[in-house]
C-alpha cells in the first residue's frame, strides 16, 4: 500500500491534469452515490421498526366512487372491519384509522386564557392500535389507552406545546367544540420513518358517536383497516376469504338503498378488497388513493439507483480511458519492471493498489463535499436528508463497499491492457494502442455519451408534463380563488360571507363544503331510469354563487337561483355524471331525479365537465347540491370560496382585510386559508421533487462525461501535434484542422443518440401512462437532449483542437 501511496503522488506530480481529472471524476461519482444511498435507505425505511410488520396488512378496496377508474382506495366503510372479525378467523387482530380532522379545534387553557390549535393532525383507532403497531409510548399503558371513550394520546411534541411537559397523564384536552378528552398516554420521540408518524393527537375510535352505530356500513369510506393475521397464515388464504366478504355485508348497505349487490354487479360495477403489506404502504401506494398521508414513488427510487450506478460507471470509464490513454509511457515502464523479474501478483497490487487510492481520495473528498452540501441539497430539492450514523447505520459499509467495488472496476482493465503487452516491443516504443485501443476508448465514451441522453431526456420529460399540468385547463378558472377554511366557526356563514364581499378586491363569496381538489364527498345514488343502477356521485354543497366563481360553463338548463324555493331539493350534474348514467345531455334531462338515504332531487342542469381533483385522476361523476339541502345529513357547511379581483400572490392588503374580519366574527379562532392555485401546484410535489432530483444528477452526468471527453481530446492532440504541424505546414486552415479533429466526436455523439433514444421513449413513456392526462412524447424532447450534449462536446473538442492548431509549425517540428 505505501508503494501504491508513492506511486500515486508521483503519477500526481507528473500528469496534474490527468490525475485531477480521474480525481475529480470519481469524487462526482463518489458523492452523489453517497446522497442517492441516505435518500433511498431513508425511503425504503419506513415502517420497518414493526415487531408484527410482516403479518400487518392494509385492506385496500376497488375505487367504488369512480367509474373505470383503475386506482384503489385505501379508505373502507367502519363495516369492513366488523365483517373481517365475523369472518375472517386467520385474521388475529383489526384495527381502523379514521381522520378525525372534525374534531378540531383543540381548546386549551393556559395560564388562565383559552387558545385554539388548528394545525394538528387528529386521527382515531381502535383500541387494538397498539396492539397491531409498534409505536413506542413514554407514558401511558398500550392494553387500555384507547378503550374508554374521549381518550386521547399527545404527541411528545403537542404534550409539551400544550402543558410544557410530558406527565400529562389524566389532564384533559377540549375537542369537538366543547367535549372533554382525558390525556391517556404521551407518544415517545421517534425517529423512525412510518406512514403514519406525522399523527398530533390520537383518539380513540368509540368517542364518535356515529362509528357506534355504523358496523354493517361499507360507503362511508373515511377509514383505513388494517389487519393483523395469525402466525404460519398464508396471505393468499386471507385474501381468498377477503373475496367473499363483499358479496355477503357490501349488500345490506346496498339494500338500505333499495338495491341489491347482484344489481351492482349486473351494472358492470367491481367491489374487491385488497391485501397490501403495511410496509408498502409508503412506497407503493402511486396508484392507491388515500386520506391520511404523503406517499413515496418506487419509481423515483429505481430511477435513482439507476442514475447512482451510472454516475460510478461514468466515473469508472473516466477513470480506464485516461489511465489506457497514457499507454506509451506506462507499457515501458510495466516492461522494464518485468524485465527485472516483475511477478504478476505485483502489478496486481500496483494497479488496483493505484485505483485504491484514487477512490480513497475521491471518497474523502466526496463525504466532506456532502456534509457541507446537505442542508443546501435539502432546501433547493425539497428533500430531508441527514447525514449522520445514527440515521444511516450502513453508511460506512456501503462507502467501504463502494470503494472496494469501484476500484476493481477501475483497476480490472488497465491492468489486463498493459499486462498484455511484450516486454521487448515496450522498451523499443513499437507498441501503437492500435484499433482495438482507440475502439475500446471510444466505445467507453459512447457509454457515457448514452447515459447522459437518458437522463437529460428523463429530465426534460419530467419538467414539460410539470408544465402541461400547470398549464392545462382544467375547465374552470383556478387564479384569484381563496378557500377559507372551517367558516362555521364564524357563527353565521351567510353573513360572513356577505360582508367579505364587500371587501374591495373581492369579486364574490359562496358559502360551501367543498372547493376543488378538496372534494371528498361521495355516495351512490338510484336513478329514476330503468336498470340504471346505482351510480357514484362524488359531490359537493354550494350556495347559488359557486359556478360563477369558478367560472364553468353551464351546458343544459341553470343553476341554482334564489328566487326558485324548490332548488333546497335540485341537483347540477357534470357531464360525466350524467353519460354514466344514460341521461342525454340536452333539455330532456332536466327534471330527471336521483334518490338516496338522504332524499330525492330533480336535475336542473348540467355543467361542462371540470377537473375538480388533480389531473393524475380522470374527471368522476360530480354533482352539486344546494347548500341548504339534506345531502349531508343536515351537517353544517364548513367553507367559504372566496374570488379576488387580481391575483392572489400580491393581494397581501386584501388577505389582511379578511382577517381582519375573521376577528370580527371568530375572535381567537384560528384563521386559515387555502389559494386554490398553490394547491393544485402542490399536489404534483412528488414528480416536482422527481425532477429536480434527476436535472441535478443529470448535471453531474454531464460534468463526469465532458470532464472524460476533455481528457480525451487533449490526449488525443497530444498524440497529433506532429500531423497538426504537417497540416498547417502544407496551408490547411485553423478552421478545416478544427473541423476535422471535432467531427470524430460528432460521430460518436450521434452512434449514442441512436441507442439513448429508443431506450429513453421506453422507459419514459412508461412513467407516463400513469397518469390520465399527459404529454406527448415528441422529437423535440430527443433533439433537446441531442442539442444540450452536442454543444458541450463542441466547446470542449473545437477549443482544445483550435488551442492545438494555434501552435507555432516550427516548434512541433523541430525534431523532425
Not at 257 to 276: S, V
Not at 369 to 393: C, E, K, R
Not at 601 to 630: C, M, Q
Not at 676 to 698: C, K, M, P, W
Request: hydrophobic share 45%.
Amino acid at each position: 500500500m505505501i508503494t501504491s501511496i508513492k506511486l500515486f503522488i508521483r503519477s500526481l506530480k507528473r500528469n496534474k491534469l490527468f490525475s485531477s481529472i480521474n480525481i475529480l471524476g470519481l469524487t462526482v461519482g463518489f458523492f452523489s452515490s453517497i446522497l442517492i444511498y441516505m435518500y433511498v435507505q431513508n425511503e425504503m425505511s419506513y415502517d420497518d421498526f414493526h415487531v408484527n410488520g410482516d403479518r400487518i396488512y392494509r385492506v385496500n378496496q376497488t375505487f367504488i366512487w369512480g367509474e373505470d377508474n383503475p386506482n384503489l382506495f385505501s379508505s373502507t366503510g367502519p363495516g369492513v372491519g366488523y365483517s373481517i372479525l365475523a369472518d375472517v378467523p386467520e385474521v388475529e387482530q383489526v384495527v381502523r384509522i379514521y381522520t378525525a380532522n372534525d374534531m378540531l379545534p383543540i381548546t386549551f387553557e393556559k395560564g388562565g386564557q383559552e387558545s385554539f390549535y388548528n394545525d394538528e393532525y387528529v386521527l382515531a383507532a381502535d383500541s387494538t392500535f397498539f396492539d397491531v403497531f409498534s409505536f413506542p409510548l413514554l407514558h401511558g399503558d398500550k392494553s387500555n389507552c384507547l378503550t374508554n371513550p374521549r381518550s386521547v394520546i399527545l404527541s411528545y411534541d403537542v404534550a409539551m406545546k400544550f402543558f410544557g411537559r410530558v406527565d400529562v397523564i389524566g389532564e384533559t384536552v377540549e375537542m369537538n367544540h366543547g367535549d372533554l378528552f382525558k390525556v391517556t398516554g404521551v407518544f415517545a420521540p421517534f425517529d423512525k420513518n412510518s406512514y403514519l408518524d406525522d399523527v398530533d393527537l390520537l383518539i380513540s375510535l368509540n368517542s364518535i358517536e356515529r362509528i357506534k352505530t355504523s358496523d354493517w356500513n361499507w360507503m362511508w369510506t373515511m377509514f383505513e383497516t388494517y389487519i393483523l393475521i395469525n402466525k404460519g397464515v398464508d396471505s393468499e388464504v386471507v385474501q381468498a376469504k377477503l373475496d367473499e366478504l363483499p358479496r355477503k355485508h357490501a349488500g345490506q348497505t346496498l339494500k338500505a338503498m333499495g338495491y341489491t349487490y347482484d344489481d351492482y354487479l349486473a351494472a358492470g360495477k367491481e367491489w374487491n378488497l385488497y391485501m397490501q403489506p403495511f410496509t408498502d404502504s409508503y412506497l407503493h401506494s402511486q396508484n392507491i388513493y388515500n386520506r391520511i398521508s404523503g406517499v413515496g414513488d418506487i419509481k423515483i427510487v429505481a430511477a435513482l439507483i439507476g442514475s447512482a450506478v451510472f454516475l460510478l460507471i461514468l466515473s469508472c470509464i473516466n477513470f480506464i480511458n485516461l489511465s489506457t490513454a497514457k499507454f506509451t509511457s506506462r507499457a515501458q515502464d510495466v516492461a522494464l519492471r518485468k524485465v527485472l523479474g516483475g511477478s504478476r501478483a505485483t502489478f496486481i497490487k500496483r494497479f488496483f493498489g493505484e485505483s485504491l487510492i484514487y477512490c480513497v481520495v475521491a471518497t474523502v473528498v466526496s463525504i466532506a463535499l456532502v456534509f457541507y452540501t446537505v442542508p443546501m441539497i435539502n432546501q433547493s430539492l425539497g428533500t430531508d436528508l441527514q447525514f449522520s450514523m445514527s440515521a444511516h447505520p450502513f453508511l460506512i459499509l456501503f462507502i467501504g463497499l463502494l470503494i472496494v467495488i469501484v476500484s476493481i472496476v477501475a483497476g480490472f482493465y488497465p491492468f489486463v491492457f498493459f499486462d498484455s503487452f511484450k516486454p521487448v516491443s515496450a522498451m523499443k516504443g513499437e507498441l501503437k494502442t492500435g484499433r482495438k485501443g482507440v475502439g475500446i476508448r471510444n466505445g467507453m465514451l459512447v457509454t457515457q455519451y448514452v447515459l447522459s441522453f437518458l437522463l437529460i431526456i428523463g429530465t426534460v420529460t419530467i419538467y414539460k408534463q410539470l408544465n402541461h399540468w400547470m398549464n392545462a385547463n382544467l375547465g374552470f378558472e383556478k387564479e384569484n380563488l381563496l378557500s377559507i377554511e372551517n367558516a362555521h366557526w364564524t357563527g353565521s356563514l351567510e353573513e360572513f360571507a356577505n360582508e367579505l364581499g364587500e371587501l374591495e378586491g373581492v369579486k364574490g363569496t359562496s358559502v360551501c363544503d367543498a372547493v376543488p381538489l378538496l372534494i371528498s364527498n361521495g355516495d351512490q345514488f338510484i336513478p329514476d331510469e330503468p336498470d340504471a343502477g346505482s351510480v357514484p356521485l362524488n359531490y359537493a354543497l354550494a350556495d347559488e354563487n359557486y359556478v360563477d366563481l369558478l367560472d364553468v360553463e353551464m351546458i343544459v338548463g341553470r343553476y341554482f337561483n334564489e328566487t326558485f324555493s324548490s332548488d333546497t331539493t335540485a341537483i347540477v350534474l357534470n357531464e360525466t355524471a350524467a353519460k354514466t348514467i344514460g341521461w342525454p345531455i340536452d333539455e330532456s334531462i332536466i327534471n330527471k331525479k336521483v334518490t338516496n338515504w338522504s332524499g330525492t332531487y330533480h336535475v336542473i342542469g348540467v355543467t361542462r365537465d371540470f377537473n375538480f381533483w388533480t389531473l393524475h385522476a380522470p374527471i368522476e361523476p360530480f354533482a352539486i347540491f344546494h347548500s341548504k339541502s339534506n345531502a349531508q345529513g343536515g351537517r353544517p357547511l364548513t367553507r367559504i370560496l372566496l374570488k379576488s379581483s387580481g391575483p392572489l400572490t400580491v393581494q397581501k392588503e386584501l388577505k389582511e382585510k379578511i382577517k381582519a374580519k375573521w376577528e370580527e366574527f371568530a375572535p381567537a379562532r384560528p384563521y386559515e386559508e387555502i389559494v386554490i392555485a398553490d394547491h393544485f401546484a402542490r399536489s404534483y410535489q412528488t414528480e416536482e421533487r422527481f425532477g429536480n432530483v434527476l436535472s441535478f444528477f443529470a448535471i453531474l452526468t454531464i460534468i463526469i462525461a465532458s470532464l472524460g471527453l476533455f481528457g480525451i481530446v487533449v490526449f488525443s492532440l497530444e498524440q497529433k501535434l506532429k500531423e497538426i504541424g504537417v497540416r498547417k505546414v502544407l496551408g490547411a486552415s485553423v478552421s478545416s484542422i478544427v473541423i476535422l479533429f471535432s467531427k470524430s466526436y460528432v460521430k460518436l455523439l450521434v452512434i449514442a443518440f441512436a441507442i439513448a433514444t429508443p431506450i429513453g421513449y421506453y422507459f419514459m413513456n412508461s412513467w407516463l401512462s400513469d397518469f390520465e392526462y399527459k404529454i406527448e412524447l415528441g422529437v423535440g424532447i430527443f433533439v433537446m437532449a441531442f442539442l444540450v450534449l452536442m454543444i458541450v462536446s463542441l466547446a470542449i473538442s473545437m477549443l482544445q483542437t483550435m488551442k492545438a492548431s494555434l501552435m507555432n509549425p516550427s516548434e512541433i517540428l523541430k525534431d523532425e
